[in-house]
């Protein structure tokens, strides 16, 4: 979540929100077209019309081949800059137990004090 609120530069955040109303306009649109095609393909089959049916069915493996192909890179993209921006932003907190033979004041020399926690923090 904190990826998708900054995921980087300006021009990062503009691809995954484009990329994002791409694959919700898109989706719907390929299954529809898919489907219309491979009915009319049916359609043309029934009439004895074998050429029309085929060129349906061809239009229709390349339209879904080229929605997958699309997908799988744009979905490779945004992967490939969720896991630089992991690699670069990382927080890490230390939690050291609380000891009971160590009085409190001698906690506080080693450092042992209670940490404060920021909401967005991730214990480890």
């Known amino acids: ?18 990329d994002m109303v791409c694959f919700l306009f898109i989706t719907p649109l390929a299954t529809v077209s898919g489907w219309l095609c491979l009915r009319g393909a049916v359609d043309h089959l029934h009439f004895s019309s074998r050429l029309e049916a085929v060129g349906l069915i061809a239009l229709t493996v390349a339209l879904f081949t080229i929605y997958l192909f699309w997908t799988l890179v744009s979905f490779r993209y945004h992967c490939r800059l969720y896991n630089e921006w992991r690699r670069t932003n990382q927080r890490v907190i230390l939690l050291t137990p609380k000891s009971a033979n ?18 967005k923090e991730t214990i480890v």
């Open 1 to 18: 979540l904190q990826w998708l609120r900054n995921p980087g530069p300006q021009h990062e955040r503009r691809t995954l929100f484009g």
């Open 102 to 119: 160590i009085p409190s004041n001698q906690q506080s020399l080693l450092g042992l004090q209670p940490l404060k926690r920021n909401s």
